[in-house]
């Protein structure tokens, strides 16, 4: 009995720590590795859409400017961000649409 315990105990602390990791990875809460059940194309889109998320609040700090009176004003956008916002959008629709047409 006290194997068993310790067989179950070991099992739950290796799927909480694999959720914990996918969590903080991938921001999806599951026990079991995301590669038994994602394919690659869809683990490269979560990705992406990660990367894309911190890309536009990055683009965002950076186009608000504050005056020294503490006025809020509008920054001039950075043109490198855009294009590789628009960059990532394009990847992004590309893999959603080979995602769609892929067989399950």
Do not use: C
Request: charged letters at 25%.
């Amino acid at each position: 009995m006290g194997k068993l315990l310790a067989f179950l105990l070991v099992v739950a602390l290796s799927a909480a720590a694999v959720a914990a990791y996918n969590a903080f990875v991938y921001e999806l809460v599951q026990p079991f590795p995301l590669s038994w059940t994602h394919s690659e194309d869809e683990l490269r889109l979560i990705a992406l859409e990660r990367e894309r998320r911190s890309l536009v609040a990055r683009s965002g700090a950076g186009r608000r400017v504050t005056s020294l009176a503490g006025v809020p004003q509008i920054g001039v956008p950075d043109e490198s961000e855009n294009a590789a916002l628009a960059r990532l959008d394009g990847e992004i629709a590309a893999l959603r649409a080979r995602i769609e047409s892929a067989p399950r």
